[in-house]
């Protein structure tokens, strides 16, 4: 895997987000730099997903501000890879868009011990296989800033060793990752924020 650029940060300040004339959170803040992990936490549909999206760009914030440096990288539940390309193909569609380092596309495939699957169909993937081609896409991203929603789900024991390592070398490479996870990732001293603690007043819950 090639290098992450320095100066990679994520900073967001009183943020809210407000979906389908719902509140679902209200003032969060976060401040992550070079290296930096946050651990997101809180029951399903309190705005886990919502929030990776809000950081990636991908939903606007009803308040406040949020500031990336540097490229962003999200693994949710959408493969986004063209099922009827060979899966080395289907990565460097997205390689090339990214303009990701020469290499970068077989780096990926070795750090999730997809190699021989690369003339693969995507279509013809299993359901483990195709998580970690997910994956694969983040990091042949070469984006400093990686937003994983629940990264382990589909991920048998060694897979998710596989996980660890990758998320490991990008955040000692000086990477940023953001995660909703229920499995264990090697993510140092993360900032956990509960967004249970974030919820609005029950009178904000209809905006």
């Known amino acids: ?23 679902l959170f209200r003032g969060v803040s976060l401040t992550l730099d070079a290296g930096g992990s946050a651990l997101l936490t809180g029951p399903n549909g309190v705005g886990k997903s919502s929030l990776l999206r809000l950081c990636a760009g991908l939903l606007p914030a009803f ?18 890879l063209d099922s009827e390309l060979p899966l080395a193909r289907a990565l460097d569609f997205w390689a090339r ?16 011990a997809l190699a021989p699957l690369a003339d693969v169909p995507v279509r ?45 070398a990008h955040l000692a490479s000086g990477g940023i990752v953001v995660t909703a996870s229920h499995q264990p990732l ?10 249970t603690d974030h919820l609005p007043d029950p009178a904000e819950w209809d905006a």
Do not use: F, Y
């Not at 090639?2 to 987000?17: I, R, T, Y």
């Not at 990336?68 to 493969?79: C, P, S």
């Not at 970690?132 to 070469?142: D, F, P």
């Not at 090697?186 to 967004?195: D, F, H, R």
């Open 63 to 80: 308040a406040g501000t949020v500031e990336r440096h540097g490229a962003v990288a999200l693994a949710d539940e959408r493969l986004a």
């Open 186 to 195: 090697p993510l140092g001293a993360p900032v956990v924020l509960s967004l």
């Open 1 to 23: 895997m090639s290098g992450v650029a320095s100066g990679a940060g994520l900073h967001l300040s009183d943020v809210a987000c407000l979906r389908g004339g719902r509140m």
């Open 124 to 168: 013809m993937l299993s359901t483990g296989q195709r998580k970690r081609a997910m994956l694969a896409r983040v990091i042949a991203s070469g984006a400093p800033i990686w937003l994983l929603d629940e990264p382990g789900n589909g991920l048998d024991t060694a897979s998710l060793a596989l996980l660890g390592a990758a998320v490991a």
């Open 97 to 112: 868009l990214d303009r990701s380092a020469d290499g970068a596309v077989a780096a990926a495939l070795d750090a999730m």
